[in-house]
């Protein structure tokens, strides 16, 4: 997919034009985070990096992103690393390693983590990771009131990675689904709810068609969610490889910052077209954590029969959970 331009000289360098591929529109909160850091790529590269974005997943969809990625049919694009069909078995462990955490704490501890354990990139294969970020606490937006864990028997819910197993133990069926597809499933019933950030009241405008959200403040892992086609990476000149790389970690900051203010107006949004807020008790939430925690165990021990320090891992993030919410 990678062009080079003509109308410049050879002593400038080539313009490079990639395509980037999402599977949202423009106007989300990823999307508009995304735009910012296209021109300030061109604009640090002096315009030597064009990026023409395809939005709403009409290069790349969201299900099968990875591969899609890995197989060039975009140059850049957004991936959700938990929808791969195989590989990413750290990743998806992270939802339930995690627990405890919020965003602010999540992302000190994930990069701690990622300097730590070479295992976590090397996840990415055939990708260059360009982003690692994150979006708000998932929180259960519904179509019906869940004031205790007991009510959410027989709802069926989109969920998030391993926590399936987890929503299964409360009697609830856990439904994976693309995001594009949360209102329409909403709106016709095929789902009773989804975790979500409240941000997605604004984003997505599940306030049409959920009326309930109960505050379960359960942290959204980050992941290497903008990735590069690793063949395409290569091509690149060093000097521009290294304007990408400077970037990595705003991007990914500047995404949890978005995310962070669009959850505060989500939330408003929420509140105007009358969705009512519900915290659950203390002991409520214990009760749904005691199963995360049975599960995060046996999923380090079927990483470490993997070959992966799945217990070291799993144990250094509740280490440092625990030191930095003190």
């Known amino acids: 997919m ?5 109308g410049m000289s050879a002593g400038q360098g ?6 980037y591929a999402s599977p949202v529109g423009p106007d989300h909160t990823f999307s508009v985070v995304d735009r910012r850091w296209m021109e300030k790529i061109e604009k640090e590269t002096n315009g030597r990096v064009k990026i023409k974005p395809f939005w709403g997943g009409t290069l790349v969809g969201s299900r099968d992103a990875v591969d899609e990625m890995v197989q060039g049919v975009a140059d850049i694009g957004f991936v959700s690393p938990g929808y791969a069909k195989g590989g990413y078995f750290f990743t998806r ?8 955490a919020n965003q602010d704490v999540g992302r000190r501890v994930f990069k701690e983590m990622l300097a730590k354990f070479p295992e976590i990139e090397a996840e990415y294969k055939g990708l260059k990771v360009l982003s690692w970020s994150s979006g708000t606490d998932y929180q259960l937006i519904s179509r019906k009131p869940v004031r205790k864990l007991a009510d959410m028997k027989g709802m069926r819910i ?3 990675a391993d926590l399936t197993s987890v929503l299964a133990s409360l009697g609830v069926e856990g439904m994976n689904m693309p995001t594009p597809e949360i209102y329409v499933n909403l709106q016709k019933g095929v789902a009773d709810g989804t975790l979500s950030p409240f941000e997605a009241f604004k984003s997505m405008k599940l306030g049409e068609v959920a009326k309930y959200a109960t505050t379960m403040d359960i942290y959204r892992p980050h992941s290497g969610g903008k990735v590069m086609n690793l063949g395409v990476w290569n091509k690149l000149p060093k000097d ?7 970037n990595i970690e705003w991007w990914g900051l500047e995404t949890d910052k978005a995310f962070i203010k669009a959850d505060v ?8 077209l009358g ?6 008790p203390k002991d409520e939430m214990e009760k749904f954590y005691a199963p995360v925690k049975e599960l995060a165990a046996k999923e380090a021990k079927a990483l470490d029969a993997r070959g992966l320090p799945g217990t070291k891992m799993y144990q250094e993030a509740q280490n440092l959970i625990q030191k930095y919410k003190k």
């Not at 080539?14 to 395509?19: G, P, S």
């Not at 107006?265 to 105007?272: H, T």
């Not at 969705?275 to 659950?280: A, D, M, Q, S, T």
């Open 14 to 19: 080539k313009v490079i034009e990639l395509t």
């Open 265 to 272: 107006e989500g939330k408003e949004i929420g509140k105007k």
């Open 240 to 246: 521009i490889q290294k304007v990408f790389e400077d």
């Open 158 to 160: 989109k969920t998030i």
């Open 2 to 6: 990678m062009a080079a331009l003509p």
């Open 93 to 100: 462990s992270c939802f339930v390693f995690f627990y405890g």
């Open 275 to 280: 969705v009512e807020f519900i915290n659950l």
